[in-house]
């Protein structure tokens, strides 16, 4: 019982000199030496708290525009800033990418589109000096950034020299000579009427399919392997027929390599060997007696040739 409460108050004491301390000590319990820190005014009291290290290396500045977008999904802005942090030239399409994280090709196909649509994606199709077609893929750190147009070119000095050889870039390009079409049927007589009807043919075929324009050298070139079709009996139809039937839809690179190669593939057997029947002698009239006969030439007949005459 004799025992006092500690969170009970103090009596009042006296102001006097020695017990003023002892006051100050009692209606301030916390001393100098209380070691239990107070929290920062600044700091939140609730949500997530930032220990941030300053980055010296491998590091990609990704704008708050993105990491904060509103409309992107959480995959688009993750797949977006994995996009800014890789280095020049890495692959970004959908089989790398799907290599790469665990989603799928439809989810990372999706994401991609979004991060088009909103402009840090950018991929357009250009034509290579092979003549492929590929897909230039562009990402942008800041979509409202307007593209930066290349600066003019200054204008090249006059030659004070009028003999001094031009730039490399300035001499004329060296003449391509054109790829070989392929053989064609050879015929028996390059020469002669069917040759004529071969040229006519290809020259109209233009007229049955605009694709089908031949030059004079492609017209050379096919009209012998048109010739050989001519030569085995096969009708000027049949021939248009199998040169322009069932083409691609597609426009024709080489309109001429595809008759060549149609004249060498689709050329029929030859038709079986038929012996032309003998020519009879022309009716003749005996100089004699006035009878017809058969005889390459004027003459007398059997009957009024004299060496029949001794015969009998």
């Given at each position: 019982?004799?025992?006092?409460?500690?969170?009970?108050?103090?009596?009042?004491?006296?102001?006097?000199?020695?017990?003023?301390?002892?006051?100050?000590?009692?209606?301030?319990?916390?001393?100098?030496?209380?070691?239990?820190?107070?929290?920062?005014?600044?700091?939140?009291?609730?949500?997530?708290?930032?220990?941030?290290?300053?980055?010296?290396?491998?590091?990609?500045?990704?704008?708050?525009?993105?990491?904060?977008?509103?409309?992107?999904?959480?995959?688009?802005?993750?797949?977006?800033?994995?996009?800014q942090s890789l280095p020049a030239g890495s692959r970004v399409?959908?089989?790398?990418?799907?290599?790469?994280?665990?989603?799928?090709?439809?989810?990372?196909?999706?994401?991609?589109?979004?991060?088009?649509?909103?402009?840090?994606?950018?991929?357009?199709?250009?034509?290579?000096?092979?003549?492929?077609?590929?897909?230039?893929?562009?990402?942008?750190?800041?979509?409202?950034?307007?593209?930066?147009?290349?600066?003019?070119?200054?204008?090249?000095?006059?030659?004070?020299?009028?003999?001094?050889?031009?730039?490399?870039?300035?001499?004329?390009?060296?003449?391509?000579?054109?790829?070989?079409?392929?053989?064609?049927?050879?015929?028996?007589?390059?020469?002669?009427?069917?040759?004529?009807?071969?040229?006519?043919?290809?020259?109209?075929?233009?007229?049955?399919?605009?694709?089908?324009?031949?030059?004079?050298?492609?017209?050379?070139?096919?009209?012998?392997?048109?010739?050989?079709?001519?030569?085995?009996?096969?009708?000027?139809?049949?021939?248009?027929?199998?040169?322009?039937?069932?083409?691609?839809?597609?426009?024709?690179?080489?309109?001429?390599?595809?008759?060549?190669?149609?004249?060498?593939?689709?050329?029929?057997?030859?038709?079986?060997?038929?012996?032309?029947?003998?020519?009879?002698?022309?009716?003749?009239n005996c100089e004699s007696c006035d009878h017809a006969f058969r005889a390459?030439?004027?003459?007398?007949?059997?009957?009024?040739?004299?060496?029949?005459?001794?015969?009998?």
């Open positions: 019982m004799d025992t006092q409460n500690p969170s009970a108050p103090p009596r009042a004491q006296s102001a006097s000199g020695g017990n003023q301390s002892h006051a100050r000590a009692t209606r301030h319990p916390r001393s100098r030496t209380d070691t239990r820190r107070r929290p920062i005014a600044s700091a939140p009291t609730s949500g997530i708290t930032h220990e941030n290290t300053r980055h010296t290396t491998r590091f990609t500045v990704v704008g708050n525009h993105l990491t904060q977008h509103q409309e992107l999904s959480l995959l688009a802005i993750g797949l977006g800033c994995h996009i399409d959908i089989k790398s990418l799907t290599t790469r994280f665990p989603e799928g090709a439809a989810r990372i196909a999706a994401a991609l589109r979004e991060l088009e649509t909103h402009g840090y994606l950018r991929r357009e199709r250009e034509r290579t000096p092979a003549g492929r077609i590929i897909t230039r893929t562009t990402s942008c750190n800041q979509p409202g950034a307007l593209r930066q147009a290349p600066p003019p070119r200054p204008c090249a000095p006059e030659r004070a020299v009028a003999d001094e050889p031009a730039p490399p870039e300035e001499q004329a390009a060296p003449h391509r000579q054109p790829r070989p079409l392929p053989a064609v049927p050879h015929p028996a007589r390059t020469a002669g009427p069917h040759l004529d009807t071969a040229t006519n043919l290809l020259t109209d075929l233009r007229r049955y399919d605009p694709r089908l324009l031949l030059t004079p050298r492609d017209t050379a070139h096919l009209a012998a392997g048109v010739v050989a079709w001519l030569e085995r009996d096969v009708p000027l139809e049949a021939v248009r027929h199998a040169l322009t039937h069932d083409l691609p839809p597609t426009a024709l690179r080489r309109p001429a390599a595809l008759l060549a190669h149609r004249l060498a593939a689709l050329l029929p057997p030859a038709p079986p060997f038929q012996a032309r029947p003998a020519t009879p002698h022309p009716l003749q390459p030439e004027p003459g007398h007949c059997r009957s009024c040739r004299p060496d029949s005459s001794e015969a009998t």
